[in-house]
C-alpha cells in the first residue's frame, strides 16, 4: 500500500466543484497560477543557494528553474492574449499550511528532504489541478495549455522524490511522504473552495 501511494501520490481529490468554478474565474486563476509559477522558480533557486554542497540536487534543480521561469512567462503570454493584467499576489493558503508540515533541525540531508517533500506534495497537487482544466475547461487553447504543465509539473514532482531518496535511506523518505500525504490530505480537506486560487 505504501508503495502505491508513492507511485500515485495524492490520497484526496480535488473538490469537483473547483474546476468549474474556476472557468468561471480565469482571470482570477491565471493570475494566480502567474505566481504559483514564480514561487516555485524561486522555491528552487533557494534549494541550489540554501545547499550548494548538495551536486545532483544542485544538477537537477538549475534546469527546473529555468523550466517553471519559462511556465511563469508562458502565463503571462495567456493573460496578455485576454486582456488581463497581473494584478498583486494573494496569500497562498494551501502553501503556508504546508510549511508548517516541515520538520526543522537535524542533518543537512535530513533538512533538504523535508523540503524536497513539500516542493513534491506543491507540484503533485499543481499537476493534479492542471489535469482538471485540461480534462474541464472549454477554451480549446487553455486546454492545451494545462496538457503541456500538466506533463511538465509531473516530471518535477517526480524528481523532488527521487533526490530525497538519493539523500536519505529510501524506507525513510517513503515513511515521511506517506505521512505528508496524509497531511496535505487533511489541509484539503478543510480549505474552502476558492474562486481566486490555484490550489
Known sequence: MEKEKFTLGLELPTDPRWVN????????ILIDH????QKAASSCMSLIINFPEMDEMVKVMTPVVAEEWSHFERVLEQLDKRGYKLGFQRKDE???QLMKLEIKGGSRKFQLME??????LIEARSCERFKQLHLHIQDEELKKFYYELMVSEAGHYKNFLKLAESYQPKEDVRK???????AEAEIMKNLEVR????H
Do not use: F, Q
Not at 21 to 28: M, T
Not at 34 to 37: D, G, N, P, R, V
Not at 115 to 120: H, R, V
Not at 176 to 182: D, I, K, P, S, V
Open 21 to 28: 468554478i474556476a472557468e468561471k474565474n480565469i482571470e482570477d
Open 34 to 37: 502567474a505566481y504559483c509559477e
Open 176 to 182: 515521511r511522504w506517506a505521512e505528508l500525504l496524509e
Open 115 to 120: 523540503k524536497l517533500l513539500i516542493n513534491a
Open 94 to 96: 494551501y502553501v503556508s
Open 195 to 198: 474562486e481566486d486560487r490555484l
